[in-house]
């Protein structure tokens, strides 16, 4: 969890959404998150392990307790950001884990996350983005049992078995499907400039040195100009003499996504954002620190928002990095 202001207030959120695996990197890098632990809820089998759970005799599903602080990332935003990480139609399991213990469901701590957690689900079966019911359960939590410490933060301790396995479970092909932003060319058109569509719609590149914030020196964040999701900060931000706006990393990798690239005889490794699938730039092994990063990006792929305009665009829980 990324460092940030805390107003001191904990609560506690619990989801079930398949492998409990996939369900940690989407909230852990998120402002006002301060602990994310995989375990086991919703069933009547006292300390489950993994292979009782499994077994599909124990009744508890694979879930996240998420500690949160709700005055920096409202239960709101987390039951949005829940929504996007799952096919909430399936009552038999997630993509190719099936069975109870892989279903899905809101588990909640009180009555008003009932009520939200109510709500939003209503919201998303009106919507129209999907032509089943809506199976997700919504019950209020009951006792959570930790699962085994080499199941903890797995994307961490084992991280090409996790993207391997994520890939290949089909989650990934079925968000880019499903949950990827609704785009619309004609408004596209209207409201971004020729060189951000040429850029974000069609894989161009902006000149070098000639571009709007390959210089720039501003705090704040840069977002996708297309869907608004946050990509990088300016904290991260360094000048590697390239003439495009470069960053040491993202700000949430859930938000970007690698894609392999043979274009002009190369092969490099393109960076998109997720929601969007907007065309970014590409990502390089030449950058400074630890990991040796270098995101080479579009200006005209984004959006700046400054420190001080957080709070009024609607991006106020990223205000403590800057405090």
């Known amino acids: 969890m990324s460092e940030q ?57 694979e879930a996240v307790q998420i500690t949160f602080d709700p005055d920096v990332f409202p239960y709101t935003k987390l039951l949005n950001l829940f929504w996007r990480q799952i096919d909430p139609t399936d009552a038999g399991g997630q993509f190719f884990d099936r069975g109870a213990s892989y279903r899905t469901a809101i588990f909640t701590h009180s009555e008003e996350q009932q009520r ?26 009951g006792t959570f049992y930790p699962a085994e410490e080499y199941h903890q933060d797995f994307h961490k301790k084992s991280p090409a078995r996790y993207k391997s396995y994520r890939q290949g479970s089909g989650r990934d092909a ?35 040195f000639r571009n709007e914030f390959w210089n720039h020196k501003g705090e704040g964040l840069y977002v996708d100009i297309v869907s608004g999701e946050p990509l990088f900060s300016s904290l991260d931000k360094f000048d590697s003499n390239c003439g495009w706006p470069s960053f040491s990393k993202s700000l949430h990798m859930a938000n970007i996504k690698g894609v392999k690239d043979t274009s002009h005889g190369m092969v490099r490794v393109e960076v998109r954002s997720a929601q969007a699938d907007s065309h970014l730039g590409h990502v390089f092994d030449d950058g400074p620190g630890p990991d040796g990063i270098r995101f080479c990006i579009n200006s005209a792929a984004l959006r700046f928002i400054a420190r001080e305009d957080l709070e009024k665009e609607g991006y106020g829980e990223y205000a403590s990095l800057f405090a």
């Open 5 to 61: 202001q805390t107003t001191g207030r904990r609560e506690l959120a619990t989801f079930a959404g398949g492998c409990f695996w996939c369900m940690v990197t989407p909230f852990e890098e998120m402002p006002g998150i301060h602990g994310i632990v995989s375990g086991y809820t919703g069933g009547h089998k006292v300390n489950p392990t993994y292979e009782e759970v499994c077994s599909e005799t124990t009744g508890h599903a």
């Open 116 to 141: 939200l957690a109510e709500e939003s689900k209503r919201e998303l079966a009106a919507s129209g983005r999907f032509d089943k019911p809506i199976a997700t359960e919504i019950v209020p939590a």
């Open 174 to 208: 079925f968000i880019d499907r499903n949950w990827a932003l609704q785009k619309d060319e004609q408004e596209l058109r209207a409201r971004l400039t020729p060189m951000q569509y040429a850029v974000t719609q069609e894989n161009g590149t902006e000149p070098p």
